[in-house]
């Protein structure tokens, strides 16, 4: 089983989703200050938000970057009956 690379000088924990976070705010980031915010979305991003947008019944363009897809999705999940369903 593959494990995601660790960060130097920082312990993370080998599962996502636990209740913990780390100290310094893990990855998080603001899109904008992405290295690799320009590149097209991933193809994980283009499938999620297609999810999101259609339960939204809005329409992205196709053809944006991984920092713009990335705040679409932020956007979007907070208007997604899916995730308040956990609550």
Wanted: proline share 7%.
């Amino acid at each position: 089983m593959a494990h995601a690379p660790r960060r130097r000088g920082t312990h993370m924990a080998d599962t996502l989703g636990s209740p913990t976070s780390e100290p310094d705010g893990g990855f998080e980031r603001d899109p904008s200050d992405w290295v690799t915010g320009d590149e097209p979305m991933t193809a994980a991003q283009r499938s999620y938000l297609d999810t999101l947008a259609r339960e939204a019944g809005e329409e992205i363009p196709a053809d944006i970057n991984k920092a713009e897809a990335s705040e679409h999705i932020d956007r979007l999940q907070g208007k997604s009956k899916r995730l308040d369903e956990g609550s």
